[in-house]
């Protein structure tokens, strides 16, 4: 059954090609709200015995006892499922533009310190340089009242209501059919990089302990969204997106992985690829999500694509997330490398640095490209490791830390550990992006959080990279 899965998947592919033409607009047959239902529920349902990750209070779903069990025997093994998104990336034709990957702000407009809300601080004061002091390319959208949205900074196109849910299988086997159909008038529909759906983030969203408590992490003005619970399912924050984009190795120990954003709780997180998710289909700008760095032989490498320069260097030692604020702020004072104009680099910035070709575990380094360097750390077990990178945006989640406004978000350039039934594993993959609590006593970290349902790794004290405008 799974090699005829995959023949299909790969027949279909070929058979759509996946055009980059667009049709007129008032003779093309659509798909109506009821087809593409029938769509998603003509292909066939996830594997039993899936277990979903469990709940944001860090309890495991179902009232299992411990952390959640891991599910193994994917419908495609990595090296399947790694050959249908390169026939997907072809398809599409992606290649890199000056100006090509514009990074939509965060819309975080609120300062926070380790533990409040606070008024906006000024230079040379704590917390000074974190997200809300920089509002860079604020998010701006067109409803088209067509049922798509427009981004007016990415120049994407985007299926304005994802349906129902469905497998990252079905929903290459949808794809073919959407864009047979010309859907919405188009027939050059894909499905997004884990880089173009990060576009949509918004992180004036929250996570409480309820959906009522809750404020998605995207704009419901533009985007149709649905909690988990208001879905029948046993959580308010299963509510995933998946993406195209596939990790190179496995997670939890053999599973199939493909990168997802969660709307509902703010965090990258690599899935189990018979996952049912949501799927927000896009099209348009072909340059977006990628790279062109430049060695600029000074300590620096700018990014034409997304116009920003990088310290090819990190910090070099962990740091809490209020010193990594003091950091910038330091480096400044010094001129560092000839610029004062450095910053932690807010969530979405950081993100677009990581390159999901790489990895501890399968490239035996760092997902970021080879001019930059990261400094080697051992993690809680005592393993070479890369580190998690701080970013200046706060993330607004009770599970991350009991105490309010006390998580930081940050991504993983090395692997996303955790710890499930005693055993040390990649939980989410290099590339991942989710929050630590901003202060704590040094010599308790790193340590496996064991309230969390998949044990991540917390860290508290996370390497910096800083960023500048062009």
């Given at each position: 059954?799974?090699?005829?899965?995959?023949?299909s998947?790969?027949?279909?592919?070929?058979?759509?090609?996946?055009?980059?033409?667009?049709?007129?607009?008032?003779?093309?047959?659509?798909i109506?709200?009821?087809?593409?239902q029938?769509?998603a529920?003509?292909?066939?349902?996830?594997?039993?015995?899936?277990?979903?990750?469990?709940?944001?209070?860090?309890?495991?779903?179902?009232?299992?006892?411990?952390?959640?069990g891991?599910?193994?025997?994917?419908?495609?093994?990595?090296?399947?499922?790694?050959?249908?998104?390169?026939?997907?990336?072809?398809?599409?034709?992606?290649?890199?533009?000056?100006?090509?990957?514009?990074?939509?702000?965060?819309?975080?407009?609120i300062?926070?310190?380790?533990?409040?809300?606070?008024?906006?601080?000024?230079?040379?004061?704590?917390?000074?340089?974190?997200?809300?002091?920089?509002?860079?390319?604020?998010?701006?959208?067109?409803?088209?009242?067509?049922?798509?949205?427009?981004?007016?900074?990415?120049?994407l196109?985007?299926?304005?209501?994802?349906?129902?849910?469905?497998?990252?299988?079905e929903?290459?086997?949808?794809?073919a059919?959407?864009?047979?159909?010309?859907?919405?008038?188009?027939?050059?529909?894909?499905?997004?990089?884990?880089?173009?759906?990060?576009?949509?983030?918004?992180?004036?969203?929250?996570?409480?302990r309820?959906?009522?408590?809750s404020?998605?992490?995207?704009d419901?003005?533009?985007?149709?969204?649905?909690?988990?619970?208001?879905?029948?399912?046993?959580?308010?924050?299963?509510?995933?997106?998946?993406?195209?984009t596939?990790?190179?190795?496995?997670?939890?120990?053999?599973?199939t992985?493909?990168?997802?954003y969660?709307?509902a709780?703010?965090?990258?997180?690599?899935?189990?690829?018979?996952?049912?998710?949501?799927?927000?289909?896009?099209?348009?700008?072909t340059?977006?999500?990628?790279?062109l760095?430049?060695?600029?032989?000074?300590?620096?490498?700018?990014?034409?694509a997304?116009?920003?320069?990088?310290?090819?260097?990190?910090?070099?030692?962990?740091?809490?997330?209020?010193?990594?604020?003091?950091?910038?702020?330091e480096?400044?004072?010094?001129?560092?490398?000839?610029?004062?104009?450095?910053?932690?680099?807010?969530i979405?910035?950081?993100?677009?640095?990581i390159?999901?070709?790489?990895?501890?575990?399968?490239?035996?380094?760092?997902?970021?490209?080879?001019?930059?360097?990261?400094t080697?750390?051992?993690?809680?077990?005592?393993?070479?490791?890369?580190?998690?990178?701080?970013?200046?945006?706060?993330?607004?989640?009770?599970?991350?830390?009991?105490?309010?406004y006390?998580?930081?978000?940050?991504?993983v350039?090395g692997?996303?550990?955790?710890?499930?039934?005693?055993?040390?594993?990649?939980?989410?993959?290099?590339?991942?992006?989710?929050?630590?609590?901003?202060?704590?006593?040094?010599?308790d970290?790193?340590?496996?959080?064991?309230?969390?349902?998949?044990?991540?790794?917390?860290?508290?004290?996370?390497?910096?990279?800083?960023?500048?405008?062009?």
């Amino acid at each position: 059954m799974k090699k005829s899965l995959v023949a299909s998947l790969i027949a279909v592919l070929a058979i759509t090609g996946c055009a980059n033409t667009s049709a007129n607009d008032t003779a093309v047959p659509q798909i109506l709200p009821e087809q593409s239902q029938q769509v998603a529920n003509d292909t066939a349902p996830p594997p039993e015995g899936y277990v979903p990750e469990g709940n944001n209070q860090g309890q495991p779903p179902n009232g299992q006892s411990g952390p959640v069990g891991m599910q193994r025997g994917s419908t495609l093994t990595v090296e399947e499922a790694n050959n249908i998104e390169a026939q997907l990336l072809e398809a599409v034709g992606y290649s890199a533009q000056v100006g090509g990957y514009p990074i939509v702000d965060t819309n975080q407009t609120i300062f926070y310190s380790n533990d409040a809300i606070i008024e906006a601080p000024q230079v040379g004061e704590a917390f000074y340089g974190q997200d809300a002091s920089f509002t860079i390319n604020a998010p701006s959208y067109t409803n088209n009242e067509d049922g798509t949205i427009t981004d007016n900074i990415t120049g994407l196109m985007w299926q304005q209501d994802p349906g129902e849910k469905l497998t990252w299988p079905e929903a290459v086997e949808k794809l073919a059919m959407v864009n047979e159909s010309e859907y919405l008038g188009y027939s050059d529909w894909r499905i997004p990089s884990m880089k173009e759906l990060y576009s949509l983030v918004d992180f004036s969203g929250a996570t409480g302990r309820s959906s009522d408590t809750s404020t998605p992490y995207m704009d419901t003005n533009y985007f149709v969204f649905t909690y988990g619970d208001a879905a029948g399912e046993a959580r308010f924050i299963d509510s995933q997106m998946l993406t195209s984009t596939i990790y190179d190795s496995d997670t939890m120990n053999g599973t199939t992985t493909v990168f997802g954003y969660n709307f509902a709780d703010g965090r990258i997180k690599g899935y189990e690829i018979d996952k049912d998710f949501y799927c927000y289909f896009v099209r348009g700008n072909t340059s977006y999500g990628q790279n062109l760095f430049i060695d600029n032989q000074d300590g620096t490498i700018s990014d034409e694509a997304t116009s920003l320069m990088w310290a090819q260097n990190d910090s070099g030692v962990g740091k809490s997330w209020e010193e990594a604020l003091a950091f910038a702020n330091e480096m400044n004072e010094q001129n560092y490398l000839g610029y004062s104009d450095w910053r932690v680099p807010n969530i979405k910035e950081l993100h677009s640095i990581i390159d999901y070709t790489k990895s501890p575990a399968t490239t035996n380094s760092p997902a970021i490209d080879d001019l930059f360097y990261c400094t080697p750390i051992l993690n809680s077990e005592g393993e070479d490791d890369y580190a998690y990178y701080w970013s200046s945006t706060t993330h607004e989640d009770l599970s991350a830390s009991p105490v309010a406004y006390n998580a930081g978000s940050y991504v993983v350039f090395g692997t996303g550990i955790g710890k499930m039934n005693g055993e040390v594993m990649d939980v989410h993959g290099a590339g991942s992006q989710r929050s630590d609590p901003k202060t704590g006593n040094a010599e308790d970290y790193p340590s496996i959080d064991s309230a969390a349902p998949q044990g991540d790794e917390q860290r508290v004290y996370n390497m910096v990279r800083l960023v500048r405008g062009m």
